[in-house]
């Protein structure tokens, strides 16, 4: 074993793969839903298609389709796109 590999494997040892034992994991919700439900009743209250809601912002049909089942998850800038397109804010925010 060469050198470099000795260290590799000694520093490892010092990583703790683990999270803080004062973290919680809230596995209450699922945030992806929550998104999906909040596209959809926006778009339906501004009474626009899948793809007026696409022409609005940039994406394609599909991608908001792909979106709204939940077979795509949106970055943050498809969320912003979608956000204006709908005259609305985006907010995020990591709340107890």
């Known amino acids: 074993m060469d050198d470099f590999q000795e260290y590799l494997d000694g520093a490892l040892k010092k990583v703790s793969f683990s999270a803080p034992e004062n973290a919680r994991i809230n596995t209450d919700y699922d945030v992806f839903e929550e998104i999906r439900t909040q596209i959809v009743k926006a778009r339906e209250e501004a009474h626009i298609t899948q793809k007026d809601l696409a022409k609005l912002s940039g994406l394609t049909q599909s991608n908001i389709s792909n979106i709204e089942s939940g077979s795509n ?24």
């Not at 949106?74 to 204006?84: H, Q, S």
Request: proline share 4%.
């Open 73 to 96: 998850r949106p970055t943050i800038a498809t969320l912003k796109k979608i956000a204006d397109a709908l005259g609305k804010r985006l907010i995020v925010d990591l709340a107890d």
